[in-house]
């Protein structure tokens, strides 16, 4: 398992120094939180002082003169040696030579320290904004750096590892969990920190306060440090087991939508849906069991917090009520306040400590990718040299395959090729015929190197193919195969990446030596069309025709050919294999060829069956062997052949009117042009309200009201504990003893009920936002396979972005639905019974600072907007680089 400080292993000098100046501001920030502690906890000291003073009767007025430093007209001094004194001439001080002193003392006091806290608040502010600039740059930047490391080390991987790992499992888990991954070392660190330097903070001001009350009470601290660690290994356990279980999901979701057509033609999407959705009961139980994790963690740190309220409160009165009143009002506010918000800020950092854990869950599959890459394993070597460079060896000479043997790694108990002895003569076409499975399209794989023969060698050019390098070798050979690839880009970019540097001139020439030139310019953007996902806007053979100039563009020197031709139609194969007839001209060539009237005028034919070399010769010489293999195969298919060739004359004689006209040849414009058009209802759901978003999800997750009511209910519970200040107000020690001790109890008691009720409320909402997201992914995948194939060509809709879609953008609809929506109801269950209680008190301060809610509000929401424009654009260049990392 990945550890935390691990994440930072993409980290660069610029991002530790961003990083420090975070952490720099995260330090002033803790220093403004001491000074807003200590001014909050000075002002509310003050207040409750000046209100004990006025109701209680003078003779029983014992904290009327500790706390404010008001001094007596008689000469005594007001401090605590002298607080007996005080008490036995109390109505000799009470005097109107006092009672100006002390309204003048009280107003300054409280207006003193009003300006100071607006002063702290503008420091403070401006630490955050350096703050959560500083560590979302860093984390941005860390997150590309991750990407682009992941997706180089895959292209180094060799094919046997692409055969041993599902490429659909493979982008979930190693690429659509890389926000999660942003988001640890991003702005939810930056929380972190935050709560951690209130922590400290509090901490040293406590001590300030009365450090023998915060002696007392800093048994909180390695407890809730300890306790934290537990819990975050815990949860980055079941994040785990949660990515890895919905990678099985992914998988099919990546086979389903990149064979979209394949499936919808078997009317294969029922199935497809089930197997999806039997997949998504996997990711159940992880959930549940984070959720009751989690939950046990927010309610350990409520009971702490309860407890240290209670703890804190206690000490003071035995402090307060001691013969020397050691300690004063100011200084049991100040010492409780500062543990309260340190445990409170603790408490907070919850939520993104489980995110830290989920980030190094969602790092662990992608950094043991990382490791396995640079131990060697799995990779091939040279693969990033410069394949344009000026060619230094040529390997323009026979080919001749010595004895070789091979099985594949993922099948080590069947033998593909057994001894196999061949050669392919320089500037020749070489032909190779067999049925499926008999080692043809594996002798192509061996020349490219993908694989290492078991035993044997294959030798080009008088040297041993292992002398040549990757990169060398590849640049130097054009492959062509039966299922042609092209990207979701331009035809122009298409055959460039045949050759980077190639110029337009030798892109036009190689489209003309593959007669795709004509084709490509009767289109409405030329060679500027953008071709769709693999291709989806062309048919086949013009696919094939580009697949071919892409080989041809860079002048290899040794022609691949596997099967071209064997999924075209009649008129298709004729067009193209006058492309490959016209580019074999004086260049070695091999061809893998299914119908065999295409390599009639091979130089040379071999016959495979069963990984065996059973015939060798020209057309003329196989043909005249008595029940030889190749004589059989043609003229099989020459009867098939006879009975296409009847079906193709009646459809000639068909009236023109009869036939479709939907050959791109003919008509470009009017396909192309249809495939601009944007679907309808894309465009309705993208100017979607967030407001009746909102609605339908609720709707959507109506199944699961019980859990969500507990939940709700539970959330609702959580609040008071204000009534403890009012006991200091008490007139007497006896009568503020009995009440002090009455609410401590009553916090110790609520401590526990709180912790009951953060299980119940994170369980219920972990079941229930499990079902929700489950239910979500389910019903947009199906949504998904009704849409008509032309929703698929548009470029937004390729099967990268949808899968992208039912990951990422699932997951973070199911963070609202979970942890996020317990946070909501809960901070609305505290504004409103908080408004409620105010009114009752005083209706007018209660208005007066509901305003500054609304206010902050409001800045939140504009936050909030900006945030969700910057995560869309974020969201679609993800989806960009998801269709290139599966299309490679």
């Not at 294969?268 to 989690?294: D, M, N």
Request: charged share 20%; proline share 2%.
């Amino acid at each position: 398992m990945v550890s935390f400080f691990q994440l930072f292993r993409f980290a660069s000098i610029a991002d530790y120094i961003l990083i420090f100046i975070g952490v720099c501001a995260v330090v002033g920030s803790s220093v403004c939180e001491s000074f807003f502690i200590l001014l909050s906890a000075r002002l509310t000291g003050t207040i409750t002082t000046k209100i004990s003073g006025k109701d209680c009767p003078d003779s029983k007025n014992e904290t009327a003169f500790i706390s404010t430093g008001i001094n007596c007209s008689l000469g005594i001094q007001n401090n605590s040696i002298n607080n007996d004194h005080i008490k036995n001439f109390s109505k000799l001080c009470q005097n109107e030579t006092m009672s100006q002193p002390t309204n003048d003392l009280y107003g300054n006091v409280v207006w003193s320290s009003i300006q100071y806290l607006f002063v702290v608040g503008i420091l403070q502010a401006f630490c955050v904004l350096i703050q959560y600039y500083a560590f979302d740059t860093s984390g941005r930047r860390q997150t590309n750096r991750i990407r682009n490391n992941l997706f180089r080390a895959m292209l180094q991987c060799n094919v046997t590892y692409f055969d041993e790992n599902q490429t659909g499992r493979l982008n979930s888990k190693l690429f659509e969990n890389i926000e999660i991954v942003g988001k640890g070392i991003g702005l939810d660190l930056a929380q972190i920190l935050r709560s951690l330097g209130k922590l400290a903070s509090s901490i040293c001001v406590a001590f300030y306060g009365s450090w023998q009350i915060a002696l007392i009470m800093t048994y909180t601290i390695p407890l809730v440090i300890v306790t934290g660690k537990l819990f975050s290994k815990a949860i980055t356990k079941e994040t785990f087991n949660e990515f890895n279980a919905y990678s099985k999901a992914g998988h099919i979701a990546q086979e389903v939508f990149s064979s979209v057509r394949t499936v919808l033609s078997f009317n294969g999407a029922k199935f497809a849906h089930q197997q999806y959705t039997q997949k998504l009961e996997g990711c159940q139980r992880s959930s549940i069991k984070k959720g009751f994790v989690y939950g046990l963690f927010r309610g350990w740190m409520y009971f702490n917090l309860y407890l240290t309220y209670a703890v804190g409160f206690l000490c003071g009165l035995l402090l307060m009520n001691a013969k020397k009143n050691l300690v004063s009002l100011v200084d049991i506010l100040v010492v409780v306040l500062a543990f309260a918000r340190g445990i409170a800020a603790f408490r907070l950092v919850g939520i993104f400590i489980q995110s830290s854990a989920e980030a190094c869950g969602a790092a662990t599959p992608a950094w043991d990718f990382l490791d396995n890459v640079e131990a060697g394993k799995s990779i091939e070597t040279g693969i990033f040299e410069d394949n344009n460079k000026e060619k230094k060896t040529s390997i323009n000479g026979n080919i001749r395959f010595d004895k070789v043997t091979f099985t594949y790694p993922t099948r080590p108990d069947v033998c593909v090729l057994q001894n196999m002895s061949l050669l392919a003569r320089a500037g020749e076409t070489t032909a190779i015929v067999g049925a499926s499975g008999s080692g043809k399209s594996t002798l192509i794989s061996l020349l490219l190197r993908f694989y290492e023969s078991t035993s044997g060698q294959i030798v080009i050019n008088g040297q041993s193919l292992s002398n040549y390098s990757v990169a060398e070798l590849r640049q130097n050979i054009g492959v062509v195969n039966q299922e042609p690839t092209l990207f979701d880009t331009t035809i122009y970019e298409n055959i460039r990446f045949g050759k980077k540097d190639a110029s337009k001139i030798e892109i036009e020439e190689a489209a003309r030596l593959a007669n795709a030139h004509d084709f490509i310019m009767r289109l409405p953007e030329k060679y500027e069309t953008v071709v769709g996902e693999r291709g989806a806007q062309l048919s086949g053979g013009e696919k094939q025709r580009i697949v071919l100039a892409r080989a041809l563009v860079k002048q290899p020197q040794l022609l691949l050919f596997d099967e071209v031709t064997s999924a075209l139609d009649r008129k298709n194969e004729k067009i193209v294999q006058e492309a490959l007839d016209q580019a074999c001209k004086d260049r070695t060539t091999i061809v893998i060829a299914h119908r065999l009237r295409t390599i009639q005028n091979a130089n040379q034919i071999y016959v495979l069956d069963n990984g065996t070399l059973i015939e060798q010769g020209t057309h003329e010489t196989l043909m005249v062997i008595d029940g030889g293999k190749y004589q059989a195969m043609f003229r099989a298919q020459q009867t098939k052949e006879t009975v296409y060739d009847n079906d193709d004359e009646m459809v000639n004689k068909l009236p023109e009117k009869q036939l479709p006209t939907t050959n791109i040849d003919e008509h470009p414009e009017t396909i192309f042009a249809d495939a601009k058009l944007e679907s309808l209802n894309y465009v309705e759901s993208s100017v979607t309200s967030q407001r009746s978003i909102i609605w339908r999800l609720i709707s959507m997750n109506k199944l699961q009201w019980i859990p969500i009511l507990i939940g709700g209910l539970a959330c609702t519970c959580i609040g008071a504990v204000e009534p403890t200040f009012a006991a200091f107000g008490e007139c007497n020690n006896e009568e503020r003893y009995h009440r002090v001790v009455k609410y401590c109890c009553f916090l110790i008691i609520l401590g526990v009920v709180a912790m009951l009720i953060h299980i119940c409320q994170y369980t219920a909402f972990g079941v229930a936002g499990q079902a929700f997201i489950r239910q979500l992914r389910s019903k947009a995948f199906a949504s998904f396979l009704r849409q008509e194939v032309a929703f698929f060509d548009q470029g937004q809709n390729s099967s990268a972005s949808i899968c992208n879609r039912l990951s990422t953008d699932a997951l973070a609809v199911h963070q609202i639905a979970s942890n996020r929506f317990c946070l909501i109801i809960e901070t609305a269950a505290v504004l409103s019974f908080g408004f409620i209680l105010g009114l009752l008190f005083s209706w007018q301060l209660t208005l007066t600072i509901f305003a500054f809610v609304i206010i902050i509000g409001t800045s939140a929401l504009g936050e909030v907007s900006i945030q969700i424009e910057v995560n869309s654009r974020i969201r679609d260049i993800n989806r960009q680089s998801s269709s290139v990392i599966k299309n490679n």
